[in-house]
């Protein structure tokens, strides 16, 4: 059964009805964005145990490829959230850490104890690498959600590159992938509507890529629109999300990082 006006919902449901909704799968449901804290801190075991999920998260080779920045210091936190987008609550938060795809430990790896191998830096060593950043960084995220902690992404983290290096002392081949702010949420967030998610249908493809034509685009996106037309929806969004200021730096100081590799 595929339930239309929401397949999430409907899916939680039924599970939930037949006996099949295990306490991990229903969190997963549950999460959802937290941008607003009660003021009070997360006990430093729980912290401590969060960040150890990061490292049992999978990653290429089991290299981690990736180093985890614990910001503690409250004018750091100020500059990362002017840095990224203006976004005071990222100051507020409680526990903020980036999430930095690291190639440059076994670079200098390779250096110190193999001189006689050729390293060949390439970009596919920093997609891995981002790749194990970003799973680290969703296992916090389950992991905090468990003990009743909320969290949010910061994608704005990959722009104002110039200035996110020096403030975090970033070297060459070390990319922030991304940042994420926890706390425990306010009432506001608790009761606060998670977004839909797109039917499943549009999402999952079998076997092979499907692209999908205007009538197929307008149903995957309908519950963004609400009382909007498609067209006034879509253009809207494409403004604030593609040809707005924050979405160009990010594209120049992505582009910045990546000269690193030619």
């Known amino acids: 059964m595929i339930c239309r006006e929401n397949p999430g919902v409907c899916t939680y449901r039924e599970q939930k009805g037949t006996g099949n909704m295990n306490e991990i799968i229903k969190s997963l449901y549950d999460r959802k964005s937290v941008r607003v804290f009660e003021d009070r801190p997360i006990p430093a075991d729980m912290k401590k145990t969060i960040l150890e999920m990061a490292a049992q998260a999978p990653s290429a080779g089991c290299q981690q490829l990736y180093t985890i920045i614990d910001v503690t210091d409250q004018a750091i936190k100020d500059a990362l959230a002017d840095f990224c987008d203006h976004q005071p609550f990222i100051a507020k938060a409680d526990m903020v850490e980036v999430f930095c795809a690291d190639c440059k430990k076994w670079y200098d790896a390779y250096i ?151």
């Open 112 to 262: 110190d104890d193999c001189p006689y191998f050729i390293v060949e830096k390439g970009v596919g060593d920093l997609m891995l690498a981002v790749t194990d950043a970003t799973i680290a960084a969703q296992n916090t995220v389950v992991a905090a959600e468990s003990l009743g902690i909320g969290s949010c992404y910061i994608g704005d983290i990959m722009e104002n590159q110039k200035d996110v290096a020096k403030l975090l002392h970033l070297p060459d081949y070390v990319f922030p992938a991304a940042m994420l702010v926890y706390g425990w949420p306010a009432d506001q967030q608790k009761i606060r509507k998670k977004p839909e998610r797109c039917p499943q249908e549009y999402i999952v493809h079998e076997n092979t890529y499907h692209s999908m034509d205007g009538a197929e685009l307008r149903g995957m996106l309908a519950h963004h629109c609400k009382q909007r037309s498609f067209e006034d929806w879509c253009a809207a969004f494409c403004e604030r999300k593609y040809n707005s200021e924050f979405s160009k730096e990010m594209t120049r100081s992505v582009e910045a990082y990546l000269k690193q590799y030619h």
